[in-house]
């Protein structure tokens, strides 16, 4: 049966969203120890406050999930316990991500072929992952921190050159750096993705 699966493409919206969680809390697995002949499987994580958008990243991937039930953990993960995942199968579709959005050293880095993949679907489900919105005071934070400093201005200059958004690096503790969007910026980002939102995130716009 997964062998027919692995036939099956990944629509453009689904792989919107796997380019975007991948900015953020999602992750691919590797199926085997074998890093050549290797195959990855998306692997998706929140925490219960999180339980209505992971159901509905579900939701949108369910023909690649073979698992129906989350896994649940009371390990804690950012700061959440319990936590509740779940993975899809591998797939080429994902192989293909993971050569663009993992360099060398196994570890995720922004580069401009990934953020040529993005749509405002893809950024939408990148900032509900790992962005957060300053109410008081209209700022966007993007935790871009386990990002390289190279990959966080290539972000940076994509939002200028496709949106006209200015963004800037904010220093954060030891030395890392997040990208914040500052008030007067921030409206035009909230256009971008208010319409991708699903209803159980909403709290996350202005």
Not at 5 to 22: C, D, H, M, N, W
Not at 34 to 60: D, I, R, V
Not at 125 to 143: A, E, P
Not at 183 to 196: G, L, N, T, V, Y
Request: proline residues 4%; positive net charge; contains cysteine.
């Amino acid at each position: 049966a997964n062998h027919e699966i692995r036939s099956i493409p990944f629509t453009e919206r689904q792989k919107a969203i796997v380019y975007g969680t991948l900015l953020g809390d999602g992750y691919l697995r590797p199926t085997t120890q074998n890093t050549e002949t290797c195959s990855y499987a998306l692997s998706l994580c929140h925490g219960e406050k999180q339980l209505a958008y992971l159901h509905w990243k579900f939701h949108e991937l369910e023909n690649f999930v073979i698992t129906k039930d989350f896994r649940v953990s009371n390990r804690d993960f950012r700061g959440n316990a319990p936590t509740y995942a779940f993975n899809t199968i591998s797939h080429p579709f994902l192989s293909e991500a993971h050569a663009i959005c993992y360099s060398k050293n196994g570890r995720k880095d922004i580069t401009a072929q990934w953020l040529k993949k993005l749509s405002p679907l893809a950024i939408a489900v990148w900032y509900l992952d790992d962005g957060s919105l300053n109410k008081r005071y209209h700022t966007i934070v993007l935790c871009t921190n386990s990002f390289s400093r190279e990959g966080q201005l290539l972000a940076i200059e994509y939002f200028r050159d496709h949106y006209g958004i200015h963004a800037v690096l904010e220093p954060r503790r030891n030395g890392q750096t997040v990208i914040r969007i500052n008030a007067s910026e921030s409206r035009k980002f909230m256009d971008i993705i208010a319409p991708h939102v699903p209803s159980c995130m909403s709290y996350k716009l202005w």
